[in-house]
């Protein structure tokens, strides 16, 4: 609710009437300020407790536990990013100031979709998925085989392998062919992304990314940018997320299944 609504709540229910300004002078005084609210996945009752129950599951694993699961996902980065939450300073009357104007094209200039693994002090590397929509059988040949089980087998027989609930992760083929390599799939509740580490790590590659000076204006750059960044990002990042596994579990119990906080909050 804005400062124009409440001003006019104000006056139908008590007749008096005060400017918009006055509104948001008070709200200040008390320490509230308009912010953008934090956009989630909508849980149901079913999601919260699952989240509930795999929370309870593992908020007692220790670091040697977590260090045998690879987190893995798929993420999509665009040439041009939705860059609306950004914010600047400037003086008043510079709106169109060239310095403060950020240009964007329609419909993102284009996207990559790229594939990583991460575990404590371990990390595949990061694969560029070529065009076309991720099939359960192209996860298959093109992400499971070639990457999750030469992983396994260097990491040996203790692997869990996490990933989430896309339908091409659970197709019969994929259930089938994890069973025959001996890989065992930790069950992941739906609607979690809050809970998953790699998340953040998608965050931080996409900030180094966009900081990038000149900014990829092309697939090509964008996809060389990704491959160069990703390197250059420490280990220590990784595992420091993996190591907070713990926390976000009693944080989700605390918080009674709801969305917990930013990741922020546990590094």
Known sequence: MNA??????LRSATGTTVSTQT????LHGVGLYARRP???VRLTSRHRRDRSDWATEHV???RNEWSNVLFSDESRFSVYPDNRCIFIWRDRGSRNNPAFVHESVRFGGGGVLVYD?????ERTDLYIIRDGPLTARRYRDEILRPFVVLYAAAIGDDIILM???CRSHHANLVEDFLFEKGIVRMKWPACSPDMNPIEHVWKALGRRVAGRQP????????KRALLEEWDRIPQLVINSLIDSMPQRCSTLLAVRENHTPTQNDFL
């Open 215 to 222: 900014p990829p204006q092309t697939l090509q750059e964008l």
């Open 38 to 40: 934090m956009v989630c």
């Open 117 to 121: 693994g991460n575990s404590i002090d």
């Open 60 to 62: 007692n694993w220790r």
């Open 4 to 9: 124009t609504l409440l001003q006019q709540h």
């Open 23 to 26: 509104v948001r002078n008070r």
């Open 163 to 165: 990933d989430d609930n």
